[in-house]
């Protein structure tokens, strides 16, 4: 059965750091892509990074890239979200995901994501 548990959200002031977590069970991680989304109160849920599987290739929305860093441990089938300089833009429920596909292919991992995890909230403010 597969299963994505995610951790490590929680409060930061503006300009600080967290790093999110995705445990994954039931499947290999480095067998697929691994895609982290976001949603805010009030907005569609965006899709923000992804790594591919294998060759570990990522892939970041314009709203995060150069601040985000995606990656992940096979060893311990776990993917990883960095998050530096976040802003109060930022706060969003974040969660991951995969699907059947290996690779993050540009965007279009975005619309083949078929499991998910439960989320984390992140919340930046002063």
């Known amino acids: 059965q597969v299963q994505l548990v995610e951790s490590g959200g929680g409060l930061v002031q503006p300009g600080g750091s967290l790093r999110l977590s995705c445990a994954a069970s039931g499947f290999t991680l480095d067998d697929y892509a691994i895609g982290w989304f976001r949603q805010a109160p009030g907005k569609e849920r965006e899709g923000i990074s992804c790594i591919s599987g294998s060759d570990g290739l990522p892939w970041y929305g314009d709203s995060v890239k150069g601040r985000f860093t995606i990656s992940r441990d096979n060893a311990k089938n776990t993917a990883y979200l960095q998050m530096n300089g976040l802003k109060p833009e930022d706060t969003a429920v974040y969660s991951c995901?995969?699907?059947?596909?290996?690779?993050?292919?540009?965007?279009?991992?975005?619309?083949?994501?078929?499991?998910w995890g439960q989320g984390t909230q992140v919340t930046v403010s002063s």
């Open positions: 995901a995969t699907g059947s596909g290996k690779l993050c292919g540009g965007a279009t991992w975005i619309f083949s994501m078929n499991y």
